[in-house]
C-alpha cells in the first residue's frame, strides 16, 4: 500500500484538528491513522498522520506543494515521509555484539524496515558479524590525538551512502559536537543504564555497589551534552542481590537489545518528535 | 473546567474525521483530546472527544439535539458525558476485603472520580469496611432456592439508588442473565486469574497445579457467558516454584486490586467502548 | 507453628553451611527453610534458617545460649527472631494518604504480620485515617526552629512504645543525624523516584521534564546521608508523553503504595540484611 | 574454575542438609552454592549444590563412587554435572527465524554455554541462517504418511551426534509418543501463547478475538499430551486494543525469543528439576 505519513508541530489553538483533516478530506485522501497531542503545559500541538496514497492520482510534488502552501498559512511545522522509502541506517559500533546481532536478524525477517548499507567501527572484531549478514565492514580506528580525522572519515562515508540515521549500537567513543550537529535529531545512541540514573562509565559496576533491585538502559537521540539527549525509549529488569556485575552485564544486553530495537524501529516508522528535552513517541 | 466526552462509533468510511471535528470548530469549540481507532479487520471506526464547554453558551439539551441531528445523517452511535456528572458505583462484595479497601481508599483520595452510595454483599462480613468509610452497606444473604429473591432485592437497591455502575469486587454469586441484561455493559466483575486461562473456580490453586511461572487477574465486564465478557485490563506477576497457592493468593490480591481499580477508572472516565467480545480502551 | 528465624553473617570460609546445619540437626532441629548468599566480592557469607520449634522442649533462653557458644566459636554475627513476636511500627505520615491506607489494609487483612501502636505526623490532616482505623493519632507540628524538640516528643514516643520498626509513608520532614542513629537500620523510607534518579525533591516534575519513559519508587533504609540507605525494594511503571506531572504523580502513588508495602513485609518476615550500601533480600 | 553440580531429590525429612553438606565439608569440598526446596505439598525435598574442585584431587569416578555410596543409603534421586562439559544442543525449526537467531547469538556471544552441532529442520528455508553461523542444516521433509520415516531419520542424526538437549525453536510439527520417550525431559518446546490460555494453533488470532490485554509465551518440556509439559519460563507484554494479529505477531516473537533463550539457559546450567507437571527452576 503507498502511503505518506506527516509529522506536524505548532503552537496550539482551537479548529486545528478540523482544518488538517479537512484540507485531506476535501482532497479525497483516505486518512487511515491520526493521532494529536497538547502539551498543555509549553502550548504546543503535535500530530501525526497516515495517509492512504493507493488510488490517488496526486504526484509527491503536487501533495508537497499544496500541503506546503497550506502549512505556510497556519504555521505548521512539518516533515513528510513515504511508506515505500527505505531509509538507510548506519550501525556503528565497537566490541560487543549483541545489539548489532538483534538489529540485524530484525531488519533480515523483515521487522524493521530499513537498510544497513555499511557497518562502521573504531576496532575490527566485529567484522565477522557484517560478513555473516553481508553487509560492507568499515573500521577506522580512533588514532591518539587524531580523532577529528577519524570522525571526518566516518563523516565522509555516512554522506557518501546518503545516510538517514546513524545508529550507535554500542559504539564506545564520545562524538564531537562537529558529527552530533552533522546529524541533527539522526543519531540514536543505547546507554546501558535507567537514565538518568548512572550517567557516565561502567554503569552495571555502580548499580551493583549502589544495590539498586533493577537495572535498565535507555535509548536517546545523542546531543552536545553526554547522555542528556531526548529520551525515546526505556525498559528495566528485576535482579536480586545474588546479581553479581558479571551477571548484571549479561542482564543489561538483553535489555539493551530490546530497547534500542524499539526506539530504531519507532524512528523509522516515523512515530518520533522531538520537543526540546523530550520526545512524543506516537503509538503504532 | 466543565468538559462533554463523546464516545461515537460508526461504519468506517473517508472524511469521518473533517466531519466530526469540522462540526465542533465550526461552532467555535475547543476539543481538548480526541483519539480515533479504526479495526480494518471488522470495518468500525471508534472515536472519543473531550470538548472544553468552559466558556461556551449551550445547553446540554442544544448541544444534543444539535450533535444528534448531524449523527443521524452519518449514522454514528454515540454517548455523551459531562465532566461534572460524578457516576454512581455500587460496590458488590461478599468475604474478602483488598479489593473494596483499595476502591474505597482511591475515592476518598480523589483518585476515582465517582460517588459510592452504597455496599452491597451477601454476608455480613464486610459491614465494618463499609462503616469505617461511612458508606450505607445491605446484606442480601442468598438463601438455598431463593436466589431470585436475592436478585431482586439488589436490583431494586441499585434502581432505587440511580446506579451507573455495577463493581463486582470479588462478589462471589453467579449473577443471573436476567440481573446481567438489565445492567448491560454496565457491571465490572474482577476474575482472580489471566483469562482465558483458568476460567471458573480456584484459579490460585490450579495455577499452582500447573506450574505457571505467573499469575495475573483480569477485569471485565460481566456477560451471561461466566468469565466470557470483554477485558478491560489485566495484570500478571512473576511468581517461583516456591510460592505455593496461599502465597499465589496473597501475590493475586495485589494484582485483583489494581486490576480492577484501573478499570474501574477507565470506565468512569469514559474511556472504554465495547465492540463484541473486544473492548477499545482509549488512554488516558 | 511455632518458629524461630536467624539471620547469619560472617566471613566466607569453608565448612559454614555443614557447620550450621550440623549444630541445629545433632540437636533434632527440623530445619524449615535455608538460604544462604555469599558475597565474592567482599568475601562475606550471609544466611538465613527457619527453625521449626512446634514440638521442641527448648527454652528461647536455652536456645541463645547454645547457638550464642557455638555462634562465638565461628565468629557469626546473628540475630534470632521468633514468629510469634508480633513487630511493633509506627508510621509517621504528613499529608498524603495512599501509603498510609494501603499499609492499615494490609494489617487488617493479615497480610503484615506486625502491630500498628500509633500514627504520628506533623499535620493534622490524616487524624482522620488514624481514626477508621482505630490506630491513637499524635500530631507533633515542626516549629520553625524547633525541629529538636519536635524530633525529641517524638523518639520519646516511639520508646515508650517500645517500637521495633519506623516506617516513614510519605513523612516530608528530613529527620536528623541523631534521629536515624537512635533506630539504626530501623527506619524505612519511600522515595517516589527510581533511585539513585531524582533524589531530593519534586522527582515527578523533574522525570516530565528530563521526558523518562518510565517513573518509579524506591523502598530504603534511612541513613544520614538523604535517598542514600540501602535500598530493599523499587519498581516502576511505563508512562508516555502524555502523562503529565499530575499524573505522573497520580501514577507514582499506586507504585509507591506497594513498593513500600512489599519492603516493610520483606523486613517483618526478617528476610533482609544489610551489608554496607546493600541490602540481602531473600525470597519468602 | 573447575565445578561439579548436583541436582538431587528424596522425600523431605529432618536432617538432609546437615547430612548431606557435612559429606562434603567432611571431605573438604568448598560448596560454592546451594539451594534447597522444600514441597510440603508432596514431601518433597529438592537440592542443588555447585562443588568448586579447582583444588581437588579427586576423580570423577572417585566422586561418582563416593557420593554414589552415600545417596544410596539416604534414598537420594540425583545427578552430577561438570562446569567443564559443554552440552550438545540440537535446534529443530521449520520456517520461521526469529528464535533461531537469538540462540546462535547467545552462543555466539559466549552467554549460553552448549554447542550447536545442528540445526534440523522439515522445510529448507533457514539453511542460510545455519550457513551464516556455520553450523551443519539437515533437512529432513515430512511427507504425508511418512512422518514416521522422518522421525527415525531425525533420532539416528540425534542420537549419533550425542545430542543432550533437543530445542524446539518454532519446529511446527507435533512429535511423536516414541520421539519424546527416546528423550525424556531433554526436549524443550516454545508455545507462542501464555499456557494454558491459547493451547493449539493460531495462538494470536484467538487472544486478538477474545480481546486480551496481554499476550504472552511459554517455554516447556515436551511431553506425550500437546502443550501441557513442565512449565520452565514464561513472559508477557502488554498490548491494546490497536494491535491487530499481525502486530500481535511481531511482538509475540520478541517475547518467545527472550522466553526460549532463557529457558534454554537454565537447562544447561542444569538449575532445573522436573516434579510432575511443576518445574523446580532455581534462581542463578
Redesign the interface.
Known amino acids: 500500500m503507498r502511503e505518506a505519513i506527516l509529522l506536524i508541530q505548532t503552537a496550539d489553538r482551537?479548529?486545528l484538528?478540523?482544518?488538517i483533516?479537512?484540507f485531506?478530506?476535501?482532497r479525497?485522501?483516505?486518512?487511515?491513522?491520526?493521532?494529536?497531542?497538547?502539551?498543555?503545559?509549553e502550548g504546543r500541538y503535535f500530530m501525526r498522520i497516515r495517509l492512504d496514497l493507493s488510488d490517488m492520482e496526486i504526484t509527491r510534488k503536487q501533495l508537497e506543494e499544496e500541503f506546503g502552501g497550506f502549512a505556510a498559512t497556519l504555521g505548521l511545522e512539518y516533515s513528510i515521509y513515504y511508506g515505500e522509502d527505505k531509509p538507510k541506517v548506519a550501525l556503528l559500533v565497537s566490541k560487543t555484539?549483541?545489539c548489532l546481532?538483534?538489529l540485524l536478524?530484525h531488519v533480515?525477517?523483515g521487522?524493521l524496515g530499513c537498510e544497513i548499507p555499511l557497518i562502521i567501527s573504531n576496532h575490527p572484531d566485529l567484522e565477522h558479524v557484517a560478513d555473516?549478514?553481508r553487509v560492507p565492514f568499515f573500521c577506522f580506528p580512533v588514532e591518539p590525538g587524531h580523532k577529528a580525522e577519524q570522525e571526518e572519515q566516518v563523516i565522509e562515508l555516512l554522506d557518501r551512502h546518503h545516510i538517514d540515521l546513524v545508529v550507535l549500537a554500542r559504539y564506545m567513543q564520545v562524538l564531537s559536537d562537529r558529527f552530533i550537529e552533522h546529524y541533527p535529531s539522526r543519531i540514536i545512541n543505547i546507554h546501558h543504564a535507567?537514565?538518568?540514573?548512572?550517567q557516565g562509565g561502567n554503569p552495571y559496576l555502580r548499580a551493583w555497589?549502589?544495590?539498586?533491585?533493577?537495572i535498565?538502559a535507555t535509548a536517546h537521540y545523542a546531543t552536545a551534552e553526554l547522555d542528556e539527549g531526548?529520551?525515546?525509549?526505556?525498559?528495566?529488569e528485576?535482579i536480586?542481590?545474588?546479581?553479581?556485575p558479571d551477571?548484571l552485564k549479561?542482564i543489561g544486553?538483553?535489555i539493551e537489545r530490546?530497547v534500542l530495537t524499539r526506539a530504531v524501529r519507532a524512528h523509522l516508522e516515523h512515530r518520533v518528535i522531538i520537543s526540546g528535552?523530550?520526545?512524543?513517541?506516537f503509538?503504532?
Chains 1, 2, 3, 4 share one sequence.
Open positions: 482551537k479548529g484538528l478540523a482544518a483533516s479537512t485531506f478530506s476535501s479525497s485522501f483516505n486518512i487511515l491513522q491520526c493521532r494529536q497531542y497538547t502539551d498543555l503545559r555484539s549483541h546481532y538483534d536478524a533480515r525477517e521487522d555473516m549478514f535507567f537514565l538518568p540514573a548512572f555497589e549502589r544495590g539498586v533491585k533493577m535498565g531526548p529520551i525515546i525509549e526505556q525498559d528495566v528485576r536480586t542481590h545474588e546479581s553479581d551477571e549479561r544486553k538483553d530490546r528535552r523530550r520526545t512524543i513517541v503509538s503504532r
